[in-house]
């Protein structure tokens, strides 16, 4: 061990996370797809020998060298056992490079400080697989969670995400990645971790409104993204738009966990700091070049972020931002949005008529959703139906919080204990 330079507490754990991707996908591009699950396994043992020793003796010079390092023997060690001589000596004889088995010292420099985790995101997001083998498969391989961690957060049984786990694995094991250009394999990254975020930030069911902890890891991982490719702009934009929403979380939710509409939210208790840091990136980002969804959703956040209060939020520039935003190809959720911009702009009459292409498609006409968007426009026009559509958005939610709440509010226009905002 060198350097001696003795570790942050409050950081040591998100340097062995940071870490981790780097040194699997530098071990899974030296000894290839096939040895995934060892190579995993291998690093996993490298990460606590360092939880263990870098405490006591100081982090090392070059620590993701070290890893790398610790974690090749660890597999050569594994490879030498008789049970696994028999399922990986073979191919992994042919696959290990002759310096690799001379044992360099742990501080060795490793494959001239290349980071493999951008091709590592790639495999976790490959083409093949569907998209919740994606979310695990990134969450357990990237962002370091356990198996327990991910079940726990999209609430199956551990056994059941094991499983997904391992049928991803084995998909990267036999599956190469198709020649793609790097844009269409970016946009396949970016579209995993804007799930992992929604998913945090409005669990599709359960008992809890959010996922704090999925939220997080999206942003982290996103950070990431941007590093490894700082001049795209779309990746800068879906960072914009996570750091603006997740600013939001501390005022979503009331004392006994209840949900708050953005309207009736207390914007104190937004986070300014993420506010800032997303307004300042997104600004940036604009400028750039070709702007997509991302950095136009991430714009409308931040018009919504910068209004003191709901009342004096520019709803023209919202309308006009969705607008663009159509233009990208139907979204349903876009649609959505932008026929409650209308109604802010014109009249709730103007919004509803909106939805009646989402009424008439089939993929999306039972929808909670666009039932609670009907409901609000026609609550704003007084009509007395609003009730019974609120209760019937209510019986399709998934989620307990946003069911409560559709009820709650059916119950209170009912009764008359709710006043109507503008």
Avoid at 218 to 246: H, Q
Wanted: hydrophobic share 45%; net charge neutral.
């Amino acid at each position: 061990m060198s350097g001696g330079r003795l570790p942050d507490p409050g950081r040591f754990e998100g340097l062995l996370r940071e870490l981790a991707p780097q040194a699997l996908g530098a071990l899974v591009r030296r000894y290839g797809r096939g040895q995934f699950d060892a190579c995993e396994d291998a690093v996993q043992e490298a990460l606590l020998a360092a939880a263990t020793q870098w405490p006591a003796e100081g982090v090392p010079e070059n620590p993701r060298g070290w890893l790398v390092t610790v974690a090749g023997r660890r597999l050569a060690d594994a490879v030498r056992s008789e049970a696994a001589r028999r399922r990986r000596e073979d191919a992994l004889a042919l696959a290990t490079p002759q310096s690799a088995l001379l044992s360099p010292a742990p501080d060795a420099a490793s494959a001239g400080g290349r980071d493999d985790s951008l091709e590592l995101l790639f495999l976790c997001c490959h083409p093949d697989l569907s998209a919740p083998s994606r979310i695990a498969l990134t969450l357990r391989s990237v962002g370091g969670l356990g198996t327990a961690q991910i079940a726990a957060a999209f609430l199956v049984p551990e056994a059941t995400m094991a499983q997904r786990i391992s049928r991803a694995k084995q998909t990267v094991r036999t599956a190469g990645l198709p020649d793609r250009r790097l844009s269409e394999r970016l946009a396949e990254v970016r579209q995993v971790l804007y799930l992992i975020f929604n998913e945090g930030y409005t669990a599709s069911t359960g008992d809890d409104l959010t996922a704090p902890e999925l939220s997080t890891e999206a942003i982290r991982l996103t950070r990431l993204l941007l590093r490894l490719v700082p001049d795209d702009a779309e990746t800068a934009g879906l960072l914009a738009l996570m750091l603006l929403t997740d600013a939001r979380r501390p005022a979503r939710t009331g004392p006994g966990g209840e949900l708050v509409t953005l309207a009736e939210q207390d914007r104190s208790l937004w986070n300014a700091a993420l506010v800032a840091e997303g307004v300042a990136l997104i600004s940036r980002t604009l400028p750039r070049g070709r702007v997509g969804p991302y950095q136009l959703q991430a714009a409308i956040a931040a018009v919504h972020d910068e209004a003191p209060d709901a009342g004096s939020t520019d709803w023209p520039q919202i309308l006009a931002l969705y607008d663009l935003l159509a233009r990208f190809g139907e979204n349903p959720f876009i649609a959505l949005n932008r026929a409650v911009a209308l109604a802010m702009v014109e009249s709730p009459a103007a919004g509803l008529a909106a939805l009646a292409p989402l009424e008439a498609d089939k993929r999306f006409a039972r929808h909670h959703r666009l039932f609670a968007t009907r409901a609000h426009l026609l609550e704003l026009l007084g009509d007395p139906t609003a009730p019974d559509v609120y209760r019937e958005a209510a019986r399709r939610a998934t989620s307990a919080p946003e069911r409560r709440h559709l009820t709650a509010h059916a119950r209170r226009l009912e009764t008359g204990t709710h006043r109507r905002k503008p």
